[in-house]
Nanobody, 116 residues
Framework: QVQLVESGGGLVQPGGSLRLSCAAS????????MSWYRQTPAKEREFIAR????????IYADSVKGRFTISRDNSKNTVYLQMNSLKPEDTAVYYC?????????WGQGTQVTVSS
């Protein structure tokens, strides 16, 4: 059974940094692209970043390009999202996602709040 568990969220001041983690189990992690999304009550879930399988190529939403970095450690079955220069508009619940055999799986999410 695919399981994703996010951690690392919290309260941070504008301009600060956080690193989110997503621990994965139930599938061969290194073979799958991993993604981060975020959602606020006012918006639909928004794509943030994706890292492809062992090759590690990445893509980002324009809203976070240059500030956020996605990475993965295949030895730990974990994907990370390093978030720098955080803005109040980055406040959201952040989710990781994987699609295994055409079925998307999501974690429970971790809250990130950017506020002074």
């Amino acid at each position: 059974q695919v399981q994703l568990v996010e951690s690392g969220g919290g309260l941070v001041q504008p301009g600060g940094s956080l690193r989110l983690s997503c621990a994965a189990s139930g599938f061969t992690f290194s073979r799958y692209a991993m993604s981060w999304y975020r959602q606020t009550p006012a918006k639909e879930r928004e794509f943030i970043a994706r890292i492809f399988d062992a090759g590690g190529s990445t893509i980002y939403a324009d809203s976070v390009k240059g500030r956020f970095t996605i990475s993965r450690d295949n030895s730990k079955n974990t994907v990370y999202l390093q978030m720098n220069s955080l803005k109040p508009e980055d406040t959201a619940v952040y989710y990781c996602r994987v699609v295994v055999s055409t079925v998307p799986a999501w974690g429970q999410g971790t809250q990130v709040t950017v506020s002074s």
